[in-house]
Each structure stands twice: as structure tokens, then as C-alpha cells.
């Protein structure tokens, strides 16, 4: 073990951009030590790394496909070794394939199917198994799985990303009866401001859909990256009392009928 430094520490997959980065530099601005993983922006994971140990903190990117299990025990036994302890596992990574069209079945095929559930839902078994040992250890043990609305109504960038949301709330449950005094809980977001949709939807289906869930929603807004990560820190730091939750945040899309 290199440090023993007495920070909590958190591992957050997919954590080179989006809700993964902002979550980083959130629970590092509260004292966190912080592991990332990433599959193909090391240069941006690195970048997130600088801003957390900026403020203070140590911080640790690593590649790994959450997908594949030897990746998964790596990244937590490189965790271990490095600080010694794993307090919170952030399960962000994910994948889709942009098929807006759910009736158009022929846009998708098994292949599709197997390539997204097993990074949307068997990752974060995976990764939950390997730091299940260290969780147990922890005062403050938490699990949060990002999902999104797509799992709750049925909608989002294709059928089979939505179905994987939807297995990952399942999951979620099944772990929160099973494994406390492990806390695990899932996050719903709605259309997520940055880059991720836009390169999926392209610049001008992306602008009209933002302008479109601004105009029609209850809060008349959509969510960004930094408010996810706020929901996340309100699940580890705030709501101890919480387990098996899905909690949606879309500024009220989930409400339209």
C-alpha cells in the first residue's frame, strides 16, 4: 500500500467526462481520494486526475473496460493498493448504439444486445463484486448506479439501452434487499446536457430535443453533469437512511404523458 491516508475513497467508472468527471471533482472537493476508469480518453481522465489533486486530493485513472471481469478486479485491487480502502463505487460507464426509432427492430440485433447490457448491466455486477469485500469494510458503504429515465418509460437513444436501464434498476433493488449494510441506489437522469448526445444526436436533433424538454417540462428545464453528481453526493453524504431507490432526475419529463 503507497498511502494510508485516512480520505474516504471512491471509484468512478467512466469518469473521464460527463457526469463521471463532474462527479470526481465533486467528492474530491470534499475530501474524496478518487479512482477513474475510462476505455478510450486516458488524456481526459488524466486531466480530470490534475483537477482533483488541485484540490487536494490523490486521484488514480486507469483503462478499463467494465465489461470485462479481470478489468473490474483490477481496478479494485489497484484501488486497494494504492489507498487501502473503498468507501463508495459510482457504476457511470455505459454505452449505446443511437437507434431513436424503437419500433424500427431491424436497427438493432443480438450482437447490439449483448454488446450494451454487458457494459450496462453486467459491469456493474462485476465491478460490484470486486470491491463487495471492501464496501464491507467501510462506515459509510454505498453503491450508486447511474441509470437513467430511459429504464423508467421506455424511451432514449435505442430498445436496448432503454431495456439495460431497465435491468439495472432491477438490479439495483435486488442488491440494495441483499447486500447492506451496503447502501445501492440508482440515478435517473433525464436528457443530460454535453457532448454524449450531442455526437449521438447530432448538433441539430440535439438543440431541438433540449428546446423541446425546456419548453414542455414542469421545471422547464433539462440537467446537467453537475447536478447528476449532486444527486449522487446526496445519496453517499446526505440520505443514510436510503437504500434500493431509483431516484429521477428530469426536471419532471417522467410526468408528461
Known amino acids: 500500500m503507497n498511502d494510508k491516508s485516512s480520505n474516504p475513497v471512491a471509484i468512478i467508472t467512466g469518469g473521464s467526462r460527463g457526469v463521471g468527471a463532474a462527479t470526481a471533482r465533486l467528492l474530491a472537493s470534499k475530501g474524496w481520494n478518487i479512482t477513474i476508469t475510462c476505455t478510450s480518453s486516458m488524456e481526459d481522465a488524466e486531466s480530470v486526475v490534475k483537477e482533483c489533486e488541485a ?85 459509510n458503504p454505498n453503491v450508486i448506479n447511474i441509470s437513467s429515465i430511459a429504464g423508467i418509460k421506455g424511451i432514449g437513444s435505442c430498445l436496448a439501452y432503454a431495456s439495460s436501464k431497465g435491468a439495472l434498476n432491477t438490479m439495483t433493488k435486488s442488491m440494495a434487499r441483499n447486500l447492506g449494510p451496503i447502501r445501492v441506489n440508482a440515478i435517473c437522469p433525464g436528457f443530460i446536457q454535453g457532448e454524449w448526445l450531442r455526437k449521438g444526436m447530432g448538433d441539430e436533433m440535439y438543440k431541438a430535443a433540449n428546446e423541446n424538454l425546456i419548453k414542455n ?37 417522467h410526468l408528461i404523458i
Not at 487501502?84 to 424503437?102: C, E, P, Y
Not at 447528476?228 to 437512511?241: P, T
Request: some cysteine; glycine content about 10%; aromatic content about 6%.
Open 55 to 139: 484540490l487536494g486530493v490523490e486521484a488514480l485513472a486507469l483503462s478499463a473496460d467494465v465489461s470485462d471481469d479481470a478489468a473490474c478486479k483490477k481496478t479494485s485491487e489497484d484501488t486497494i493498493e494504492k489507498w487501502g480502502r473503498i468507501d463508495v463505487l459510482v457504476n457511470n460507464a455505459g454505452t449505446t448504439k443511437f437507434v431513436f426509432n424503437h419500433g424500427d427492430l431491424e436497427g438493432l440485433d443480438a450482437e447490439d444486445f449483448l454488446h450494451i447490457y454487458k457494459v450496462n448491466v453486467v459491469g456493474p455486477f462485476q465491478m460490484v463484486r470486486a470491491c463487495k469485500e471492501m464496501l464491507l469494510k467501510s462506515d
Open 217 to 253: 417540462t414542469p421545471l422547464g428545464l433539462t440537467v446537467t453533469p453537475e447536478q447528476v453528481a449532486d444527486g449522487i453526493y446526496n445519496f453517499i453524504g446526505v440520505s443514510k437512511v436510503v437504500t434500493g431507490e431509483t431516484m429521477l432526475m428530469d426536471g419532471g419529463h
